[in-house]
């Protein structure tokens, strides 16, 4: 079946600009999460939805980090007034019990 | 919270060689151990996990083992090839969707043709 798609894979902003990036999870997962990966290193959890609790926010880095979900479904990661050090790869996963799968990533660069 | 440590950071074999990863986990009350695999480009892909009610499960040249006592848990790779090179991740986690996992910071695997 189809797996995690994210979108854009590619997206170049100039500083200060806001972008959404979006997430569509594996149908009936109910658990959504993002990480950032910046260059070289590891997962940095950003945040994690599960169902209809609130949402697990403790990785967001700033308050220019949003993110959405509606019910089960789509997610959209916001991340405004944009900075270079944003520049990384954004990666949104999916669970249902026990294994998580992750979506290609979209490749952030702030200019 | 868990805490999941990977070592090396980096390992380099020839081809032909086996690999072995190593992650220790801190939380007694994990149950879950996924591997993931990265390449270049690309998002994790998740290549074999195993649950705390086994002690090794076996995939072809990939296996895992898991020790509850000493907490920690292995990734063996037999008969290496080029295309096993990648960034390898594990994890650890309890079980339910209501669980994330926590992540090691990963291992550059390098296999030498």
């Known amino acids: 079946g189809a797996g995690v798609s994210q979108s854009p894979s590619n997206k170049v902003t100039e500083k200060g600009k806001d972008v959404e990036l979006r997430c569509d999870p594996i149908?009936?997962?109910?658990?959504l999460y993002w990480y950032r990966q910046r260059l070289g290193q590891g997962l940095e959890f950003l945040i994690y939805?599960?169902?209809?609790?609130?949402?697990?926010k403790s990785g967001l880095p700033s308050d220019r980090f949003s993110a959405e979900r509606t019910g089960e479904s789509v997610s959209t990661l916001t991340i405004q007034r944009t900075q270079q050090e944003d520049s990384a790869v954004y990666l949104c996963?999916?669970?249902?019990?026990?294994?998580?799968?992750f979506g290609p990533g979209t490749r952030l660069t702030v200019t | 919270g868990e805490n999941v440590e990977q070592h090396p950071s980096t390992l380099s074999v020839q081809e032909g060689d086996s690999a072995v990863i190593k992650c220790t986990y801190s939380?007694?009350?994990?149950?879950?151990f996924p591997w993931y695999k990265q390449e270049l480009g690309k998002g994790p892909q998740l290549i074999i996990d195993?649950?705390?009610?086994?002690g090794e499960k076996k995939d072809q040249r990939i296996a895992v083992t898991l020790n509850k006592t000493a907490k920690h848990f292995s990734l063996h790779i037999t008969e290496t090839q080029p295309e096993d090179s990648a960034v390898y991740f594990c994890?650890?986690?309890?079980?339910?969707?209501?669980?994330?996992?926590?992540f090691g910071k990963g291992i550059t695997l390098s296999v030498r043709p």
């Open positions: 939380d007694s009350a994990s149950n879950y």
């Open positions: 195993i649950r705390s009610n086994v």
């Open positions: 994890a650890a986690s309890m079980s339910g969707a209501n669980s994330k996992l926590t």
């Open positions: 149908s009936g997962h109910t658990a």
């Open positions: 939805f599960q169902g209809n609790s609130a949402p697990d």
């Open positions: 996963a999916s669970r249902q019990v026990y294994e998580q799968y």
